[in-house]
């Protein structure tokens, strides 16, 4: 249902957006082969992406165990590795070539050469754990390469651009948690804080990703935001130790994305009172650090003053 309300939501919201093209998700990651498609479908296939081969029969009751059990965990993979079934009756001449004795036997090739397999029916976490291994030889999926696209050109403020690549992601995989935290950044630094709360919100409550942390701190921040600060910047003018002043000062800021700008406020209320109005600016402070994200300059040169403060 999650995955359906994403779909619904995403259609309507990308439309805002100008974006009409509409991804397919990844096909062909199963399919029966024969002797006379192999070539094709697992060696020259191999040498763009891992291609496991399951070697079964009909009357194979292991071969019934092992095959949904491959499915699942080739199809969990998202299109990182492919899964080629021959029928050993139908077709005899590869499995005699690569000395099938028994079976299931399973075949892993990579760059057009065998790598690894194994005979007989393993349990679900062997067969994971097998498929995950391949994983790692297989270059960056489309979605991988679109939430990089989608990241870049965030940081050069390309905001329709990020948008494309982070909608074109979620056509793919409607529940990718990164995807979802892209789209609501690229709201959010549109100023549709409204739109960047609705994207946000179609991911779970408990869902962990550092990509929507950082995007759900950056709508806290943007919704504690004042609205006018003409007012503490004269005082804080006129009184460098007006901490109240210096606070509103900074959440405007950090409320507008200018998160650096906000972190050196708030270090500075610190080192000239490191407990004012119980903690606030510390907590308004982490909460900074976690909308830049833990390996930005914001939070890494942030926490480093912190600690200096903290500890002098």
């Not at 070697?55 to 194979?60: E, I, L, P």
């Not at 760059?111 to 679900?124: R, S």
Request: hydrophobic share 45%; aromatic share 4%.
């Amino acid at each position: 249902m999650l995955a359906a309300k994403i779909c619904s939501e995403l259609k309507r919201l990308m439309s805002l957006i100008g974006e009409t093209s509409a991804g397919a998700a990844p096909t062909g990651l199963i399919k029966d082969g024969t002797d006379a498609t192999f070539i094709a479908d697992v060696i020259e296939a191999s040498r763009v992406q891992p291609v496991i081969v399951d070697f079964w029969a009909t009357w194979c009751g292991p071969c019934k165990q092992l095959g949904p059990a491959l499915e699942k965990a080739v199809t969990a993979a998202k299109g990182a590795v492919k899964l080629v079934k021959i029928d050993v009756d139908k077709n005899p001449v590869y499995a005699g070539q690569l000395r099938v004795q028994s079976i299931p036997t399973v075949y892993a090739f990579a760059d057009g050469k065998p790598v690894d397999g194994f005979m007989g029916a393993l349990p679900d976490s062997q067969v994971k754990a097998f498929v995950d291994k391949l994983k790692g030889a297989a270059p960056p999926s489309e979605v991988d390469e679109l939430l990089a696209m989608g990241k870049e050109m965030l940081d050069t403020a390309d905001i329709g651009g990020a948008a494309q690549a982070f909608g074109q992601a979620l056509q793919l995989e409607p529940d990718n948690l990164s995807a979802i935290g892209g789209l609501a950044r690229c709201y959010l630094a549109g100023g549709d804080v409204e739109r960047a709360r609705e994207v946000a919100a179609l991911a779970p409550e408990n869902a962990k990703n550092a990509d929507l942390e950082s995007v759900r701190a950056a709508l806290v921040l943007a919704t504690d935001a004042p609205a006018d600060t003409s007012d503490a910047e004269r005082r804080l003018s006129a009184d460098p130790d007006d901490h109240e002043a210096r606070f509103e000062v900074a959440k405007a800021l950090a409320g507008h994305g200018k998160l650096q700008a906000a972190s050196d406020q708030l270090l500075e209320l610190l080192a000239r009172d490191r407990e004012w109005n119980e903690g606030a600016a510390r907590a308004e402070l982490l909460t900074i650090f976690e909308a830049a994200g833990p390996m930005s300059d914001v939070a890494k040169q942030g926490r480093r003053r912190l600690s200096s403060i903290l500890f002098s």
